[in-house]
Nanobody, 128 residues
Framework: QVQFVESGGGLVQPGGSLRLSCTASGFNLDYYHIGWFRQAPGKEREGVSCISSNAVDTYYADSVKGRFTISRDKSKNMMFLQMNNLRPEDSAVYHC?????????????????????WGQGTQVTVSS
């Protein structure tokens, strides 16, 4: 069975940092382009970042570019999202996901649903 488990979320003050982890079980992540999307209460899902299967290419939404860094560890079948200089508007449930085909270009991350599976998510709350 395919399963994702996200962790690392929590409460952090503006300007703080969090490192999110995504662990996949039941399948090998190596062959997939994978990434993260987030959803805040009452808002649509928003693509955040994506990384290619070979980890050569990374993509970021304009809202997080320069602050977030996506990475993956094939030996552990895991993916990570390092989030720095967090802002209140970053508050959301963050989900990891596999791409249907390939990562979209950065500008298209929030234009369409490029993923076809995701986990339950981890809550990130940025507040003073």
């Amino acid at each position: 069975q395919v399963q994702f488990v996200e962790s690392g979320g929590g409460l952090v003050q503006p300007g703080g940092s969090l490192r999110l982890s995504c662990t996949a079980s039941g399948f090998n992540l190596d062959y997939y382009h994978i990434g993260w999307f987030r959803q805040a209460p009452g808002k649509e899902r928003e693509g955040v970042s994506c990384i290619s299967s070979n980890a050569v290419d990374t993509y970021y939404a304009d809202s997080v570019k320069g602050r977030f860094t996506i990475s993956r560890d094939k030996s552990k079948n895991m993916m990570f999202l390092q989030m720095n200089n967090l802002r209140p508007e970053d508050s959301a449930v963050y989900h990891c996901a596999t791409a249907v085909n390939r990562c979209p270009q950065s500008a298209d991350l929030d234009k369409y649903r490029w993923y076809d599976a995701w986990g339950q998510g981890t809550q990130v709350t940025v507040s003073s």
